[in-house]
């Protein structure tokens, strides 16, 4: 009667036991019979056998079982449909900043306050800036756009060196920002400029304690300010794209020019001078352009390299009558107080 051929399992843990042997686990084929509790006759077969159908290729070498670890992560169609979201989001959040509405309830006349760079720190004009603050926040109908530059913030680098030459930390600035922020001015935007870029956790701390939730955007806003009886239009940027040594507006009036948006007002701060100006485009368009120098005075910077230190127009006020018509709906000052008493004029009149 011929045998019953053994298990393929039997002949690899034959293979193993063999190999177990020639690594010394075993001293010998009789103690390892011995500790599987076999006959060693009954090993010896097994063992001879397997090494015979190894020889031939019909058995394989014992493979070593590996571990099953779970996935790290969920599905990728799961990780997709969750970026496709994100991304969706961030469309819709992006589209919402592009000319957001502003209301007001009446069509009284308001003044929109233009802040320049308060650069809050040792080269601030305080006093100044301290009764520009006094009247934005006192006068009513005065709302405000902060162009940026909030603090000097200077970055890692040669920039870094400056703060040795100025005796404020990061920490005292933040306060400083804080105390702007929470001033008591109706802020209606506040945008974040270079230098709150240079050392990127000031715009983070600023939008963190934003409990009043002023809009606050990178750079640029495009708002509409949005009265019972029409609206106006303001692009205001930390500054335009393009530059003239011929004229501080030449970025506004190329906005104007080709921006193709219908815009009433451009405004702009960073480059530390002021101006104004009001024309009348050729399809009968009436347009106001300013940029405001700020309240960074004593710039080392500026003076050694002879840019003209400018002593007006820190702020500039727009006095708006939503219901005047051509250059009258829009009356620019560089002066906020001057401003400010000609709104009072112009809503109890």
């Known amino acids: 009667?011929?045998?019953?051929?053994?298990?393929?399992?039997?002949?690899?843990?034959?293979?193993?036991?063999?190999?177990?042997?020639?690594?010394?686990?075993?001293?010998?084929?009789?103690?390892?019979?011995?500790?599987?509790?076999?006959?060693?006759?009954?090993?010896?077969?097994?063992?001879?056998?397997?090494?015979?159908?190894?020889?031939?290729?019909?058995?394989?070498?014992?493979?070593?079982?590996?571990?099953?670890?779970?996935?790290?992560?969920?599905?990728?169609?799961?990780?997709?449909?969750?970026?496709?979201?994100?991304?969706?989001?961030?469309?819709?959040?992006?589209?919402?900043?592009?000319?957001?509405?502003?209301?007001?309830?009446?069509?009284?006349?308001?003044?929109?306050?233009?802040?320049?760079?308060?650069?809050?720190?040792?080269?601030?004009?305080?006093?100044?800036?301290?009764?520009?603050?006094?009247?934005?926040?006192?006068?009513?109908?005065?709302v405000a756009i902060n162009l940026g530059d909030n603090a000097d913030n200077w970055g890692w680098g040669r920039l870094m060196a400056l703060y040795a030459e100025e005796d404020i930390s990061r920490q005292t600035e933040r306060k400083l920002a804080k105390w702007l922020l929470e001033s008591g001015i109706k802020w209606?935007?506040?945008?974040?400029?270079?230098?709150?870029?240079?050392?990127?956790e000031l715009p983070t701390y600023l939008e963190a304690i934003n409990c009043e939730r002023v809009p606050m955007v990178d750079w640029r806003a495009r708002l509409r300010l949005v009265f019972p009886s029409g609206e106006l239009k303001v692009d205001a940027a930390h500054d335009h794209k393009g530059s003239s040594i011929y004229s501080p507006l030449h970025g506004q009036k190329r906005a104007a020019l080709w921006g193709q948006e219908g815009c009433d007002l451009y405004v702009a701060g960073h480059k530390h001078m002021w101006a104004l100006s009001q024309e009348e485009l050729d399809n009968g368009h009436c347009i106001t352009m300013g940029r405001a120098r700020g309240y960074k005075f004593n710039d080392q910077f500026a003076l050694r390299h002879q840019f003209a230190e400018q002593q007006y127009g820190s702020s500039l006020l727009f006095v708006i009558d939503i219901k005047a018509e051509g250059p009258m709906k829009i009356v620019p000052f560089a002066d906020v107080e001057e401003g400010a008493e000609y709104l009072t004029w112009k809503r109890n009149r």
Not at 191 to 200: A, D, P, R, S, V
């Open 188 to 200: 209606c935007a506040f945008l974040h400029g270079n230098h709150e870029m240079f050392h990127g």
């Open 1 to 142: 009667m011929a045998t019953k051929p053994l298990d393929p399992s039997v002949l690899k843990e034959a293979l193993e036991i063999d190999s177990k042997i020639e690594r010394g686990v075993y001293t010998n084929l009789t103690q390892a019979a011995r500790e599987l509790n076999i006959p060693r006759s009954t090993l010896a077969h097994r063992v001879d056998l397997a090494r015979s159908q190894l020889d031939r290729g019909e058995l394989s070498e014992p493979e070593v079982a590996l571990p099953t670890f779970p996935d790290p992560d969920v599905e990728i169609d799961v990780v997709i449909s969750h970026m496709e979201k994100r991304f969706n989001k961030r469309l819709e959040h992006e589209a919402a900043k592009k000319w957001f509405p502003i209301t007001f309830p009446t069509d009284e006349v308001i003044g929109l306050a233009v802040v320049g760079d308060p650069h809050l720190g040792p080269s601030c004009h305080w006093s100044l800036l301290r009764k520009h603050v006094d009247i934005m926040k006192n006068t009513p109908g005065i």
